[in-house]
């Protein structure tokens, strides 16, 4: 069951303030059901300590995910307090010792906390600042400050650890400190090689998958082939012959097991012998777009401007086109592990959760444990890329420890993990546009058919989490993500976006990066080609030719001089070499990041096989705090999404789902990674940081689809771009 | 029953069932976690280790088949004495979530050793059945290429 709630993202993005740093953080604490923001934001204590060695720990609720914002964040405190970058050390999603900042989500982390950290670190320095004054009986005003070092300009000096080392600060946030100006900046902007690499490479990095507590055993969970069936037949005779005290945990649908090592429980879970029953009926595949477009859902009109109907209605030439993205995987190498010691007084949680405290409340509920009893400790896990099964594995370790009376670790299988995360919903977009008489566009109407994007944990929801679903508690999400850059970037005089947010979701499904940016974009990006192919223009004067935004034409107008794009329509003439060129552009969420993106394919005629031979991608994300660090995400949205674009399905039957491992579900292989991707940074150090790690993953369907039009004259409405689709489509 | 392994140089005496997967030996019984589980079926590469040189599917390997020293990536090299294909892969900051480096460290370490001037084409076929999700493909072929002291 899905409730709507009336706050959409954008509308808390509003009340957070985008400019103004604001401290009531996080600013997502209402509409998330989470308790009231934590007084403690206005506190220095809550955000650093100094040592005594001038070492600094950073307090923050976000977390590493892989993208580099253990350095980033880092970088903005290291340049704001005046201290080296090696004296930083960061404590990231405990929340017995960070604020809750929100979920690592949506590209929010460097453009939401990076301006908290900056000002809670300007504050410190204010704060240092004044102390040295006063042990130094010199007007604060006269000193300079650096590398953790105040001085007076006659060679008088005292370090930071020696102002405040080991102590606690005491001192409530100014409001008076300001922020450097970006021309004074001397770590933020530079290509700082990320702390986490090193322990990577050397295998000594501590991931969740890695970590013991003292008496720990080990745990599995055995779920159905499709999500809803209740186990009918438990039979653990098995079991009894098998060493490592195995023992079965059966709650309502949720069956585990548990064993004293790893070796012993996964034996232990080949042999338990569990029926399932009747599961729920499974859509059709091949009705999955009719069925979305019938389905039950609110529906609301997101852009109604001008009469995009009449105008339509009396254009020169009209068009109409569906799109169609399926559900996908976030397919995480590493199946999702946590640790959960769980008490009869409280619960600890070892967790690579994306949201320490929404998490911490949900699992809380599951256990039936007040929150503040529970602590979660973030620990990095492999690379999410939205919510992967992170969330449900601390749920079910949680439910294994109750019910053992001991610590319990248990990383899903692969098979847990490629069938049970929640998936990237499907989606369908329908556009109808028309051309006027001189080949610019007179009217666009689109729509767009989703599930929910956000099944996260939240409000306490015990059935947000698998564990607790499956005992039966209640589920309630906030409904977000399907609108993302619904609405296009274009000043169509007459035009309607809507909106049908589907009640339901046919396969259990959350956030996956971008969450509906993606499938909008390859709606919408590759539909104004359909229209600039009509009127027989160029794909990139078209665009820019319907644009008012400066930075929007500025990054089409930089990736044009790039990849040495040749203005002309598209399909080219002779197509006989199978290769060809797309463009897309996106400004990510209608807020955040400015991409342009040029894919060029090479199509096997005779097999229909595509592969992206070379990007060229222009990114403006204002301010950039590392540039080796955003050049990183972009070359990872790219590949990822290129992935998705060519290869990516989740499949099924009306009985099962088919997907379990990286046979049933392939992903992209080195031999499909492009020769090159060309990246142009466009760095603004006058305008507010925004995120990198999501915006560039938005473009790469449509670009790819639209390059394949342009080498064929086929065009592919429909991901994954399979080599049996694009022969259908060019015969 | 017992069963001898030498793994980094070192003899070790494992008590284990036969058909355990060497993974879990090395992770569990050695405390050797920088060689990863990720699907158990040899298809993703996390798990890879070098067994006589050669680079093999620590995941499907029952730890009685081991009949050559075993190095992991923990034997490859150190922060004071990385090897060259670590190096590499920092210097060209090669991931993301690091949760396949070990299968992309290990796997280029052999192919490198066996191959010197390697073509495009032989190093993207050499990686081919090793996956990366946060898609960094990119940054491991520039590592690779300059630990095998090629130019693109």
Redesign the interface.
């Given at each position: 069951m899905i409730t709507t709630l009336t706050p959409t993202r954008r509308d808390f993005l509003k009340a957070g303030g985008a400019l103004i740093v604001s401290f009531s953080l996080p600013f997502a604490h209402d509409a998330f059901g989470q308790p009231k923001p934590d007084p403690r934001t206005q506190e220095l204590d809550a955000w650093l300590a100094v040592g005594a060695d001038g070492k600094v720990t950073v307090f923050t609720g976000k977390v590493e995910?892989?993208?580099?914002v253990e350095t980033a964040l880092a970088q903005i405190v290291a340049e704001e307090l005046g201290v080296p970058f090696n004296a930083i050390t960061m404590v990231m999603g405990d929340t017995a010792r960070c604020l809750d900042q929100f979920a690592t989500v949506g590209s929010l982390t460097i453009y939401r906390a990076g301006p908290q950290l900056r000002q809670a670190a300007a504050e410190a320095r204010h704060t240092l600042r004044e102390l040295a004054a006063a042990r130094l009986g010199a007007p604060a005003e006269q000193l300079s400050i650096r590398d953790g070092v105040v001085s007076t300009a006659d060679g008088k000096r005292v370090t930071y650890g020696e102002l405040v080392g080991g102590k606690k600060f005491e001192r409530r946030f100014s409001g008076s400190a300001k922020p450097k100006a970006p021309g004074e900046h001397a770590i933020v902007g530079k290509p700082i090689?990320?702390v986490?690499?090193?322990a990577?490479?050397?295998?000594?990095?501590a991931?969740i998958?890695?970590v013991t507590v003292p008496n720990m055993v080990h745990g599995r969970v055995l779920r159905p082939p499709v999500h809803g069936a209740s186990p009918v037949l438990v039979d653990d005779s098995a079991l009894k012959r098998l060493p490592g005290n195995p023992r079965v945990v059966a709650k309502g649908n949720f069956v585990g097991v548990v064993a004293d090592?790893?070796?012993q429980v996964m034996r232990a879970a080949q042999a338990l012998k569990v029926e399932w029953g009747a599961a729920p009926v499974l859509p059709e595949p091949g009705e999955l777009p009719n069925l979305l477009r019938g389905a039950r859902a609110a529906t609301k009109e997101l852009v109604g401007t001008g009469d995009a109907a009449k105008a339509i209605a009396g254009s020169a030439k009209t068009l109409q086109a569906q799109y169609f993205v399926p559900y996908q995987l976030?397919?995480?190498?590493?199946?999702s592990c946590a640790i959960a010691d769980v008490r009869a007084d409280g619960a600890t949680l070892w967790s690579p959760t994306q949201s320490s405290f929404l998490t911490r409340g949900v699992v809380a509920s599951i256990l039936k444990l007040p929150a503040d009893k529970v602590r979660l400790i973030w620990i990095?896990?492999?690379?999410c890329?939205g919510q992967n099964g992170a969330d449900d594995v601390t749920g079910d370790a949680a439910v294994l420890s109750q019910a053992v009376g001991k610590p319990v670790r248990l990383?899903w299988?692969?098979r847990d993990e490629t069938l049970y995360e929640p998936r990237g919903p499907a989606m369908v977009m329908a556009v109808r546009g028309g051309i006027d008489g001189s080949g610019n566009v007179a009217g666009w109407d689109y729509q767009v058919w989703s599930p929910n994007h956000a099944g996260r944990p939240f409000a306490g929801m015990g059935g947000n989490l698998l564990a607790g679903e499956e005992q039966g508690m209640g589920q309630r999400f906030i409904q977000a993500g399907a609108d993302r850059n619904a609405k296009n970037s274009y000043a169509f005089a007459n035009q309607r976006v809507v909106l049908h947010q589907l009640e339901g979701t046919p396969l259990r499904s959350s956030s996956l990066r971008g969450l509906g940016s993606p499938q909008n974009s390859f709606a919408n990006e590759s539909f104004i080609d359909e229209l600039a192919a009509a009127a027989g223009a160029d794909p990139i004067a078209f665009r820019i030719k319907h644009l008012k935004d400066d930075r929007a034409i500025a990054v089409l107008q930089d990736v044009a001089k790039l990849s040495n794009w040749e203005t002309r329509p598209s399909p080219r003439g002779d197509r006989s070499s199978g290769v060809g060129r797309g463009v897309a552009f996106v400004q990510y969420d209608n807020y955040s990041a400015w991409v342009a993106l040029v894919a060029q394919v090479r199509v096997d005629r005779a097999s229909g096989k595509t592969r992206v031979e070379r990007c060229w991608v222009s990114h403006d994300c204002g301010l950039i705090v590392n540039p080796?660090g955003t050049r990183?995400?972009i070359?990872?949205?790219?590949?990822?999404t290129i992935?998705r674009a060519l290869f990516e399905e989740v499949k099924f039957t009306r009985r099962s789902v088919d997907s379990v491992?990286?046979?049933s579900y392939p992903?992209?292989?080195?031999?499909d990674?492009?020769d090159e991707?060309v990246i142009s940074l466009i760095n603004r150090p006058d305008k507010e940081s925004l995120g990198a790690g999501e915006p560039a993953a938005s473009p790469v369907m449509a670009a790819v689809a639209n390059a394949i039009f342009d080498a064929t004259g086929a065009r592919l409405r429909s991901v994954p771009f399979t080599a049996a689709r694009l022969k259908a489509a060019m015969a | 029953m017992t069963l001898n392994i030498t793994v980094n140089g070192k003899r070790h005496a494992v008590q284990a069932p036969p058909d355990t997967a060497l993974l879990y030996v090395l992770r569990n019984e050695l405390n050797l976690k920088g060689t990863k589980y990720g699907c158990g079926l040899a298809q993703c590469g996390a798990c890879t280790v070098h067994i006589g040189g050669r680079p093999t599917r620590s995941c499907v390997t029952p730890v009685s088949a081991v009949n050559a020293p075993v190095t992991t990536i923990e034997g490859l090299g150190t922060p004071d004495k990385p090897h060259p294909v670590q190096q590499a892969f920092i210097d060209e900051q090669a991931l993301q979530c690091g949760y396949c480096t070990n299968g992309m460290v290990m796997t280029t370490a052999a192919f490198v050793a066996g191959n010197p001037k390697p073509t495009e084409a032989q190093i993207r076929a050499a990686l081919e059945g090793n996956l990366c999700r946060c898609g960094t493909h990119m940054r491991i072929l520039r590592a690779v290429r300059k630990a095998a002291g090629v130019r693109a």
């Open positions: 995910l892989g993208t580099g090689p990320r986490d690499i090193p990577k490479v050397f295998g000594s990095h991931y998958q890695n090592t790893e070796e976030h397919a995480s190498i590493g199946p990095e896990g492999s690379g890329y990383q299988m692969r080796d990183n995400q070359e990872g949205n790219i590949v990822q992935s491992d990286w046979a992903i992209l292989r080195f031999s990674v492009p991707i | -």
